[in-house]
C-alpha cells in the first residue's frame, strides 16, 4: 500500500527551498501551485528544476510521489528532513546577517544624522565646519602635548622621589636588622642571668627539700617496720567482723522471724477480741477506710441491728456527721440539733467508743 504524502508539505518545503536559493536562482524559478502547475513570477520565469525533470519525463510530481513504492518513500523522506534542516539551518544565519546588517546602518544613519532614503553625501560637513574642525584638533593635539610634556616631567619627579625613598628604605632595613639583632641578644643575655639568678636562689631550698625527704623516706621505713606485726592483727579483726557480721544477720533473721510470730499472734488475740466485743457489746467492726468507719450496732434490748457510718475528717479523726442505716423511730434523738453537742464532746474527747456507746444508748 502507497503512502499518502500531504502536497501542501511538499510545496511547503519546495517554497522554503526556494526562499534560501541565491537570487539569480530565483528569479528563474517558480513555485508549484495545488494543481502542480507553477505559479511564475511573471512571464519569463521557469518552473522549479524539480518540476522541470518531471515535465521532461510527462509525469507530474503528485504522479511520481503517488506511483513511488514504499520501500523507497522512507528514504525520500529521510532526505527530505536532512535537506529541512540544513535549509532551517541557512535561514537562521540569513537572519542573522539581515540584523547585523541592519543594526550597522541604523548606526550609520546616527552617527552622520543621515535621515532615512536619504543620500549621505548630501548632508556632508561644509568647509566652515571642516576649518573649525581642524582649528579645534590642532588645539588639541596642542593640549596633548603640554599634557604629556607635563607627564613626562612628573614621571621624572616620581622617579627621582622613588629612587630616594628605596635609599632611604634599604637604610632602614640595615638599621632594623642591627637593631634586631642586638634586642636578641640582650634578651638572651637577661634570660641567661634570670635562670642563674633562680638558680642560686632555690638552692637552698633545695637542699632543704633534699634533707626532708631523705627525714621522711626514714620515718616511712620506721613505719613500715612497725606496721608488720599489725598486719597479722588486721587479718584477724576482719575474720572477726564477718563472723560478728554473720551471727548479727542470723539474730536479725530470727528476731524477724518472732516478730511475725507475735504479729500473727496478737492478730488473731484482735480478731477473738473482736467477736468477743460483738457478743459482749453489740458493736462490729464492718468496715473502716480513711474517711469513715463504719459499724454494726445492736441496740440495748438486743432486737435490732443498725449500721453506724461515721464520716471523718480526712486530716484528723473527727467526726463530722453520723448515718443510722435504718433511721430510728425516734427521730427527735437523731436530730441534728440533738447530735451537733454530743459529736463536738466526742471530737474533744477524741474518744469514738464513748461516742458509740452514747449512740447505742439513743437506739430503740
Known sequence: MAAVVDLDVVRSYLEVVEAAAPASFRSTTALPGPDGAGEAADDNQEPLHVEKAFAEQGVSLQEMLAQAPDAALPGALARIAVEEHRVKEHLKKLKFNYLELQTKLHFLESVIAVSPGSEPSAVGPSEEAAAELELEVAHAKRDLKRVKEETAERLQRLEAVSAEVASSYAEYVAEYEQCRAMVLDLHARLQKRRAQETLQTHTAATEALRAEHQQLAGEIASLEWEQRPLQGNIRDLEDDIERLRKQSQADVTRHDNDTDTSAARMAAWYTSMLALLEAACGIAVEHIAADALV????????????????????????VRQVVVDPPPAESAAWSTTALSPLLQQANALRDLGWLVRQLQHRLP
Open 295 to 318: 459499724l454494726r450496732v445492736r441496740n440495748t434490748a438486743n432486737t435490732t441491728t443498725y449500721r453506724f457510718t461515721l464520716q471523718l475528717e480526712s486530716t484528723h479523726l473527727h
